[in-house]
């Protein structure tokens, strides 16, 4: 016997789209329009760090370039086409540096709190204490090597983002603090489309993210196996 299938559904007054349809489409407008807004922000921001000190901005390029985590978010940038995001249409309104570091801030403690917590023995996750001891040193070593990457990582970048005294600074004082950004500052230069867009944004990031990263820099750069 043969079934004949239902008829599709007729469209609403409205269109086919429903209103659960119209509220997941304004949260995710939202997200991308945000997005947006932020990687905007933070190329502007690149933008600036190159014009006003570009010894500065090449040694935090030069010191990133190599990092796996650099060569992946060119591949993801690019592969998303993130810069078409970015410059189509009029630039959006600057995001305050509040708000990105805010985003950032769980992001950071996680990363943080891998580098440096203990990596655990195999022994006290796997069962199964023959087989447990031949993969636990292998297992041991690669996860302190993931950790003192981690940890030099940070390290390097706290290095090139900390304050750094003057060459003629006496010795009993101290090098005056580099000056705290203003959010409310609205004449970052514009961003610009091509070669340097994602460059900008690491050095963007670097800059607004520089003394959340600083908080989170490891005490032992030098942890032992």
Request: overall charge negative; glycine content about 6%; aromatic content about 4%.
């Amino acid at each position: 016997m043969t079934t004949t299938p239902p008829p599709p559904a007729e469209p609403t007054a409205a269109g086919p789209l429903t209103p659960t349809d119209h509220r997941a489409f304004a949260l995710l407008g939202h997200v991308n329009s945000s997005l947006r807004q932020c990687l905007c922000t933070l190329a502007r921001h690149g933008v600036a760090l190159r014009r006003d000190a570009p010894e500065r901005a090449r040694l935090l390029l030069d010191t990133v370039r190599p990092w796996p985590l650099y060569k992946g978010g060119q591949f993801l940038f690019d592969l998303m086409e993130w810069e078409d995001l970015m410059v189509d249409g009029d630039p959006p309104p600057l995001m305050p540096t509040e708000r990105i570091v805010a985003a950032c801030t769980l992001p950071v403690q996680l990363i943080a709190a891998t580098a440096t917590e203990a990596v655990p023995t195999v022994t006290k996750l796997v069962p199964g204490q023959r087989a447990t001891a031949a993969f636990d040193l292998p297992l041991r070593l690669l996860a302190t090597t993931a950790r003192s990457t981690l940890l030099g990582a940070a390290q390097d970048i706290t290095d090139l983002l900390g304050p750094h005294a003057a060459p003629d600074d006496d010795a009993g004082h101290a090098a005056d603090p580099e000056p705290v950004a203003d959010d409310t500052v609205t004449d970052l230069p514009p961003l610009e489309a091509g070669f340097y867009l994602y460059e900008d944004i690491v050095l963007g990031a670097l800059s607004v993210l520089g003394p959340l990263l600083a908080d989170h820099a490891p005490t032992d750069p030098a942890p032992s196996v």
